[in-house]
């Protein structure tokens, strides 16, 4: 396992960082099989877990607690905070109230006094910057949080927090969290160059693609039992034919290059300068052995060079992964008083 700065904060963390969506009643109910995901990361060098507290409504973040117990001063732990969290209007978002909140229950969820990365999971269009940053900066100011950073920010509100920041003479956001994978490079554009410029770190969810690049989804074959495939029509529905033939010139290059294809799509992401880590979401411990098989890897130039006529830099297969669309383009709030 390598580890990189994330950003300019000083702080390394593993290359492959554990996420953790799939443990509990979003993927695998055997908490037994979910502490052992998590001990064996950390016992294979993986010093970062991420979470969120919207994970089977806060369920996950108690279980990453528990597998953190007596091990809590070794990880870099990231959390999320904006969606929903019961029926109260103000029970989301990115508010004060609800800000300072959230924090709240994450910290009691996860069993720590606390978070090292606490992330707004999507920006929020009916808050102001400088009231967002100045609250962020106040949980940091209270040691409740060392850090803060975004997901899935596009790069002008990227750029916007750091001049907030600056303004407020606060802290600013020291990391992104966008999706990345070989068949997702839309954030090759704006948003990975920004980040290199403003010193932001890049920690890439789904670099698999939703299990895409596991090759576990075949044309004209049924997806495997349990899989995002087998109870998600939505997740095969879009495009699909362009994935499929996407999907099978990787494996070609894949064998060619004599590696599994998770081994290369996980290694791809790795490689752009940008990249501090890519997060892997095991659902039991043999997945999260595979995962790690390749940690050690690095591609050759003509590998990259074979990937980018497969899938052009830069291009997104199929919009719907991008996971956040401007909120400008949404017709109800195009049609609210200005």
């Given at each position: 396992?390598?580890?990189r700065y994330l950003g300019t904060t000083g702080?390394?963390?593993?290359?492959?960082?554990l996420g953790t969506m799939v443990l509990g009643a979003w993927g695998n109910r055997?908490?037994?099989e979910c502490l052992r995901v998590v001990n064996e990361a950390l016992d294979a060098g993986v010093n970062l877990v991420d979470t969120a507290d919207m994970y089977a409504q806060g369920e996950t973040e108690e279980i990453v607690g528990r597998a953190l117990a007596g091990r809590r001063n070794d990880v870099v732990l990231a959390t999320k905070f904006w969606n929903p969290m019961g029926q109260g209007i103000n029970q989301r978002g990115a508010s004060r109230r609800w800000v300072m909140e959230a924090v709240e229950g994450s910290l009691r969820r996860l069993g720590t006094d606390w978070i090292d990365i606490y992330q707004v999971h999507r920006p929020d269009p009916h808050v102001d910057?400088?009231?967002?940053?100045?609250?962020?900066?106040?949980?940091?100011?209270?040691g409740k949080v060392r850090y803060i950073g975004t997901s899935t920010w596009p790069a002008e509100l990227i750029v916007e927090a750091q001049w907030a920041a600056q303004r407020n003479?606060?802290?600013r956001f020291v990391c992104e969290q966008p999706p990345y994978s070989i068949l997702v490079r839309g954030?090759?554009?704006a948003v990975l160059p920004t980040c290199r410029r403003h010193g932001v770190g890049v920690l890439a969810w789904a670099p698999l693609n939703g299990g895409w690049l596991t090759g576990k989804y075949r044309r004209k074959t049924p997806a495997p039992p349990g899989s995002r495939g087998d109870y998600s029509a939505e997740h095969m529905a879009p495009a699909t034919d362009l994935k499929f033939d996407a999907v099978e010139a990787l494996t070609e290059l894949a064998e060619e290059a004599g590696l599994p294809?998770?081994?290369l799509a996980l290694a791809w992401v790795r490689e752009h300068p940008a990249i501090t880590s890519a997060i892997i979401g095991p659902k039991t411990p043999d997945q999260l052995t595979e995962l790690l098989a390749g940690a050690d890897v690095r591609l050759s130039p003509e590998v990259l060079d074979r990937v980018d006529t497969i899938v052009a830099p830069g291009h997104t297969l199929v919009e719907a992964d991008a996971g956040w669309t401007t909120w400008?383009?949404?017709a109800h709030l195009r049609r609210l008083p200005g």
């Open positions: 396992m390598d580890y702080l390394q963390v593993s290359s492959l960082a055997h908490e037994e910057m400088d009231d967002l940053m100045g609250t962020l900066g106040d949980l940091v100011r209270s003479h606060g802290p954030v090759e554009q294809l998770i081994t400008e383009l949404d």
